[in-house]
């Protein structure tokens, strides 16, 4: 049996994948998520380097990274982006499986672009998170204090998660309210403890 397991939570923005990920972390499991993982990597002078190397001065006064320079810089032109997403997605990867190879046991990492990245395969289990398209809009709407369109457009810009087969994943379907979420991770724990064995 392996010792140590690497789950990735994944889902369209709003679907719940953070919750999933706090639900995970109150129950005691490791869990990572590659927006911090990221955080934590450009905090540090060599990666830095790398990202200004490649596309220049993308600090702030104080030499931290911009994300807001970086962005306008990366989503003007597709292989500048293609370029970004080569070096942080490995380094990204890199980073949390040796945390989580750290941590052992059973550890949860939250990927937003999974599938858009073809990541899928270099976990144990994948963790699909549904949730119906307008409870989407709203809470991100409102979680993010955006305009409704302006969250239209960025799930429409996303993986289609609506039309995908994931018969070979564990799927959450986050259409009630938290303890049903709840009860939903405790099905989706109990199948993968069961794979274990
Ligand atoms: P994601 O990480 O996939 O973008 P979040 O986990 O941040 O999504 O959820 C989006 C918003 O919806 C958050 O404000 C969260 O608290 C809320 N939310 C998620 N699932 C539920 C639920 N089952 N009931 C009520 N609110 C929820």
Same mark, same amino acid.
């Given at each position: 049996?392996?010792?140590?397991?690497?789950?990735?939570?994944?889902? /369209?923005?709003?679907? /719940?994948?953070?919750?999933?990920?706090?639900? *995970?972390? $109150?129950?005691? #499991?490791?869990?990572?998520?590659?927006?911090?993982? #990221?955080?934590?990597?450009t905090?540090?002078?060599?990666?830095?380097?790398?990202l200004?190397d490649?596309?220049?001065?993308?600090?702030?006064?104080?030499?931290?990274?911009?994300?807001?320079?970086l !962005? &306008?810089?990366?989503? !003007?032109?597709?292989?500048? @982006? +293609?370029?970004?997403?080569?070096?942080?997605?490995?380094?990204?990867f890199?980073?949390?499986?040796?945390? +989580?190879d750290e !941590?052992?046991?059973?550890?949860?990492?939250?990927?937003? @672009? *999974?599938? $858009?990245?073809? &990541? $899928?395969?270099?976990?144990?289990?994948?963790?699909?998170? *549904?949730?119906?398209?307008?409870?989407?809009?709203?809470?991100? &709407?409102?979680?993010?204090?955006l305009?409704r369109?302006?969250?239209?457009n960025?799930?429409?810009? %996303?993986?289609?998660?609506?039309n #995908?087969?994931f &018969?070979?994943? #564990?799927?959450?379907?986050n259409? /009630?309210?938290?303890? %049903? @979420?709840?009860?939903?991770?405790?099905?989706?724990?109990?199948?993968?403890?069961?794979?274990?064995?």
């Open positions: 049996m392996k010792q140590n397991k690497k789950i990735a939570v994944t889902g /369209g923005i709003g679907s /719940g994948k953070s919750t999933v990920i706090e639900i *995970l972390a $109150e129950k005691g #499991y490791p869990v990572f998520s590659c927006d911090e993982i #990221y955080a934590q990597l905090g540090r002078k060599d990666f830095l380097r790398r200004t490649e596309f220049g001065d993308v600090c702030d006064a104080c030499g931290r990274l911009d994300r807001n320079k !962005a &306008a810089i990366a989503f !003007a032109d597709e292989k500048k @982006l +293609a370029r970004l997403n080569e070096i942080t997605h490995p380094a990204i890199e980073e949390m499986f040796s945390q +989580a !941590a052992g046991g059973t550890c949860f990492c939250e990927v937003p @672009l *999974l599938f $858009e990245s073809g &990541a $899928e395969g270099m976990f144990d289990g994948v963790i699909v998170v *549904l949730r119906d398209l307008e409870e989407r809009i709203k809470s991100v &709407a409102a979680r993010n204090n305009s369109n302006s969250v239209v960025r799930i429409n810009s %996303q993986f289609d998660y609506d #995908y087969d &018969a070979m994943y #564990y799927v959450i379907h259409n /009630g309210n938290i303890e %049903q @979420l709840c009860a939903e991770v405790d099905k989706i724990i109990h199948k993968i403890r069961e794979a274990r064995s």
